[in-house]
């Protein structure tokens, strides 16, 4: 049976005082309360841990023996206890993180680079891939919060909470030199006859899904996966590619960006899931989230 942390505090605050009356004054409980711990310890030790003197008690070989065993015990106990106690003030602690690719290029650093400098105990780890993947972390108990752009018609896995951020609006990158740019705004019907560089063979699995289901088909003649060559290909006038505004940061300066007007390539929205019972720090996190969201792209629609 495992023994009692009330036990060995009444054990050592004997050893230490050197006499039950002494110990009771500093537990601040009676005299027979703190005897009745000691033996009720020596029961569960099969040993008596002190020698009853006529001034006093002192330890025996079993207490001796026990005496190091039981600081260990306190020592680690207060060391669970502050930790505890880190994790709901958020001066330690773990936040695990997830984020699909364009939310790290502006909004999920500048957020945690915020987080950091109020909670600079927290340890943030940060992964990256597709939102589908964090949903099934975050469900799985393998993240703690994660910045996901869901797809509307599926709901998020059982234990999954959504909580909204922004809706970001689709760009268009064009070549410096192409006819529209410097536009603030674009139909796709303007854009129908330009080659379409992608990032996969299904449009569907693109950001050009919402525009697809609508009836738009663009020429996609150049697959790219990576963003690097996507916008090379762009600067060098081989074509033009969706770019959601997350990632306008990163976009390089020979090319530029034109809004799609939203009837054609609706707003995509943008949310940070948790689990139904979030962390302190994923709780906090979300909040500076929210500020940052707010702060990159204010609300455009109702």
Do not use: N
């Amino acid at each position: 049976m495992p023994v009692s942390h009330g036990l060995y505090e009444a054990f050592l605050a004997v050893a230490r005082a050197g006499s039950f009356t002494a110990a009771a004054h500093t537990l601040g409980y009676t005299q027979s309360a703190v005897s009745r711990q000691v033996q009720s310890l020596e029961d569960e030790m099969g040993a008596e841990l002190f020698e009853r003197l006529p001034r006093g008690v002192r330890l025996t070989e079993a207490g001796r023996v026990l005496l190091p065993h039981a600081e260990a015990v306190r020592d680690r106990l207060a060391a669970a206890r502050a930790e505890l106690a880190s994790l709901r003030t958020l001066d330690g602690g773990l936040l695990r993180l997830g984020a699909f690719s364009s939310a790290t290029a502006s909004l999920v650093p500048r957020a945690q680079a915020a987080f950091r400098e109020r909670h600079p105990g927290v340890v943030v780890t940060r992964v990256e891939g597709p939102s589908v993947k964090h949903l099934g972390l975050v469900a799985a108990g393998e993240e703690d919060l994660a910045v996901v752009g869901p797809t509307p018609a599926a709901p998020p896995p059982p234990g999954v909470t959504l909580h909204h951020l922004l809706d970001e609006p689709m760009l268009v990158a064009l070549a410096r030199g192409h006819r529209h740019a410097g536009r603030r705004a674009v139909r796709l019907a303007e854009l129908a006859d330009e080659e379409w560089i992608t990032g996969h063979e299904r449009l569907e699995d693109t950001l050009f899904r919402p525009a697809v289901a609508a009836g738009f088909r663009p020429r996609t003649g150049l697959l790219a996966h990576d963003w690097i060559a996507k916008l090379g290909a762009v600067a060098a006038d081989l074509g033009v590619t969706l770019v959601p505004a997350l990632a306008a940061a990163a976009v390089r300066p020979d090319v530029a960006l034109v809004t799609i007007h939203p009837d054609d390539v609706p707003y995509r929205r943008i949310c940070a899931a948790a689990p139904g019972t979030p962390t302190v720090a994923a709780t906090a996190f979300l909040g500076v989230l929210r500020e940052t969201a707010e702060a990159l792209i204010p609300p455009a629609h109702p």
